[in-house]
T-cell receptor, first 113, second 113 residues
Framework: DTEVTQTPKHLVMGMTNKKSLKCEQH?????MYWYKQKAKKPPELMFVYSYEKLSINESVPSRFSPECPNSSLLNLHLHALQPEDSALYLC????????????FGQGTRLTVV | AQSVTQLDSQVPVFEEAPVELRCNYSSSVSVYLFWYVQYPNQGLQLLLK??????LVKGINGFEAEFNKSQTSFHLRKPSVHISDTAEYFCAVIGGATNKLIFGTGTLLAVQP
């Protein structure tokens, strides 16, 4: 199984809502990542978890709150988002942090209204 | 710090023609180089990677890339493209102390019949 599974595929939320994005992998990878991708732009790194601990936060606003409950799961909790936060959110995993191959999920298309 | 430059934002090409997508990197240390493909509304899929050894790297879907240290380039080539190759292609680098995957701005390969 070389899949990274993200749910939901699409999400529309209001600016006062609280929602969560979920990411799951069963490859035994110990590093997991959240990226944000705006239209026609490259993915931008948001967070890195290594061995279930947050190792990198790329100065992401606190309205985005990551969580890694176990080695297979990665969540991104969303609260009080702005319309400019609308984007494709990609999860990825690799064997170890900085490893030479990252596997990406299909992404969650988020629209903030 | 590492960076990646993809000078061509879009490359139109006719079906069955050859194509080259250009990528240049800058780094003062050894790097690992990657090409990822992103089909519309999808996540990223690794096409190929250069870690060390032979400078000609073969990947999936008939793509190959050549690492040229003197020109700091890692151009992607395919001798004959198909309509199904229409996608966004990202060059990326890992290197130095950060171990982060840094993406170029992407090149849209538009294959026309």
């Amino acid at each position: 199984d070389t899949e990274v599974t993200q749910t939901p595929k699409h999400l529309v939320m209001g600016m006062t809502n609280k929602k969560s994005l979920k990411c799951e992998q069963h490859m035994g990878h110990r590093a997991m990542y959240w990226y944000k991708q705006k239209a026609k732009k490259p993915p931008e790194l948001m967070f890195v978890y290594s061995y279930e601990k947050l190792s990198i936060n790329e100065s992401v606003p606190s309205r985005f709150s990551p969580e890694c409950p176990n080695s297979s799961l990665l969540n991104l909790h969303l609260h009080a988002l702005q319309p400019e936060d609308s984007a494709l959110y990609l999860c990825a995993s690799s064997r170890l942090s900085g490893d030479t191959e990252a596997f990406f999920g299909q992404g969650t298309r988020l629209t903030v209204v | 710090a590492q960076s990646v430059t993809q000078l061509d934002s879009q490359v139109p090409v006719f079906e069955e023609a050859p194509v080259e997508l250009r990528c240049n990197y800058s780094s003062s240390v050894s790097v690992y180089l990657f090409w990822y493909v992103q089909y519309p509304n999808q996540g990223l899929q690794l096409l190929l990677k250069y870690l060390s050894g032979s400078t000609l790297v073969k990947g999936i879907n008939g793509f190959e890339a050549e690492f040229n240290k003197s020109q700091t380039s890692f151009h992607l080539r395919k001798p004959s493209v198909h309509i199904s190759d229409t996608a966004e292609y990202f060059c990326a680098v890992i290197g130095g102390a950060t171990n982060k995957l840094i993406f170029g701005t992407g090149t849209l390969l538009a294959v026309q019949p």
